[in-house]
């Protein structure tokens, strides 16, 4: 009598995204800039230098106040937001401050190609809605 062994090994594969560490290397033409609600800041963002992709990108964002003059000492946060699809991304991007009114964001999801807004609260009462293209 022969007997058959059979072993099933199944394999989980999931597919989530390890997550984006900023090299600090950002392109020198941004993706878009915008002003602040009451125009009391302007947002200008700059993609990492292989552009933004589909998927976790870093991004530098850049804030001046009326006078063009860098603004330090903000806590930003950054929303990516689809409205087309009218949805955003399921991971909130982490913002480490840096010097001469730059914050790098880590984790910009941009799950599909097409249109997306960065919405960039500055301050509770200040957001500035930057749009841009995702190849």
């Known amino acids: 009598m022969w ?14 995204q390890q997550a984006t560490t900023s090299t600090d290397t950002f392109e020198t033409v941004p993706v878009g800039s915008a002003a602040s609600t009451s125009g009391s800041f302007t947002v ?12 976790l990108n870093a991004v530098e964002i850049v804030v001046m106040d009326a006078k063009a ?10 929303v ?3 409205p087309a699809m009218g949805h955003g991304a399921s991971t ?8 001469s009114g730059r914050y790098v964001a880590n984790d910009v999801a941009l799950v599909m190609p097409g ?3 960065l919405r960039v609260a500055v ?8 749009t841009v293209a995702v190849p």
């Open 80 to 82: 990516p937001w689809m």
């Open 115 to 117: 249109t997306w807004q």
């Open 69 to 78: 003059t860098p603004v330090d000492g903000l806590t930003p946060t950054l």
């Open 123 to 130: 301050t509770a009462q200040e957001e500035a809605v930057v």
């Open 44 to 55: 200008t963002i700059y993609p990492q230098t292989d552009g933004l992709v589909q998927g």
């Open 3 to 16: 007997r058959v062994h059979l072993c099933a090994v199944v394999l989980c594969a999931c597919s989530a």
């Open 92 to 99: 909130t991007p982490s913002i480490v401050p840096k010097q």
